[in-house]
């Protein structure tokens, strides 16, 4: 295991993400989930790149198709190096229990866990799924 740098004294030079892009395997599908499940709007699309940027007012993602669905290969969060994990905040548990509700019932959306503390005794909760695409 590798030890992390010393802290800085200096303020950060960044604000921020501007955006996440995520390459998936059916844009359409992707955009779907973020629009139809999460309440998203489209912001713009680009189909020469192909892609679709979505947003829910803070974060905005673009969708990018990749180039050959075929034979893109999926993405293993435990054994391939890249985006481990998009976390999204959500304004309570009541709010994370809708999320969940709605996400779960999308199709193609695969759940690894409900809604749980995201260790024993925190009040912060979470929950992990797979949307349509594999992402």
């Known amino acids: 295991?590798?030890?992390?740098?010393?802290?800085?004294?200096?303020?950060?030079?960044?604000?921020?993400?501007?955006?996440?892009?995520?390459?998936?395997?059916?844009?359409?599908?992707?955009?779907?989930?973020?629009?139809?499940?999460?309440?998203?709007?489209?912001?713009?699309?680009?189909?020469?790149?192909?892609?679709?940027f979505v947003t829910d007012g803070t974060t905005l993602l673009t969708l990018w198709q990749v180039a050959d669905p075929a034979t893109a290969a999926p993405f293993d969060r435990r054994a391939h190096v890249g985006l481990h994990h998009l976390a999204l905040g959500v304004a309570d548990l009541a709010v994370l229990h809708t999320v969940f509700d709605r996400i779960q019932r999308h199709p193609g959306?695969?759940?690894?866990?409900?809604?749980?503390?995201?260790?024993?005794?925190?009040?912060?909760?979470?929950?992990?799924?797979?949307?349509?695409?594999?992402?």
């Open 1 to 52: 295991m590798t030890k992390a740098p010393a802290e800085s004294s200096a303020a950060p030079l960044t604000l921020g993400a501007h955006h996440v892009g995520l390459a998936v395997r059916d844009v359409a599908e992707a955009c779907a989930f973020f629009v139809e499940a999460l309440g998203y709007r489209v912001a713009a699309e680009r189909p020469d790149y192909p892609a679709i």
């Open 109 to 135: 959306t695969i759940i690894e866990f409900a809604p749980e503390p995201i260790r024993p005794g925190a009040a912060t909760h979470h929950f992990i799924c797979a949307m349509p695409g594999g992402i």
